[in-house]
């Protein structure tokens, strides 16, 4: 059985909420949209950039201030290690930490 024949089962039998999250985009946007007909919503997430990340924690940079220069590059260490989905920018560090952990990060 094809995975996109399992979800429609299912969904068939009464399961309301299902996500299928992923980066193939030809599974996620044509076969599943396919096999549901019609009962997809697509949502494309991109992640933040710098400047945005710096704004969603609140930094506003001041290239005059060393201090201010030390917090942007340690943030900057951050988005490259953790990457900068909003809802992960959101996150604590025992968060993120025990989430690495799980995907041996």
Not at 66 to 75: E, P
């Amino acid at each position: 059985m094809r995975w996109d024949t399992f979800v429609r089962r299912v969904y068939d039998k009464g399961t309301k909420n299902i996500f299928i999250t992923g980066s193939n985009a030809r599974l996620l946007s044509s076969e599943i949209a396919t096999s549901l007909r019609g009962r997809t919503i697509s949502y494309e997430v991109f992640p933040l950039s710098f400047r945005e990340y710096l704004d969603f924690k609140g930094i506003e940079p001041d290239v005059n201030s060393t201090r201010s220069i030390a917090q942007i590059n340690h943030h900057l260490a951050d988005y490259l290690r953790h990457g900068g989905f909003p809802e992960v920018v959101g996150y604590d560090d025992a968060i993120v930490a025990f989430l690495c952990g799980l995907c041996g990060l």
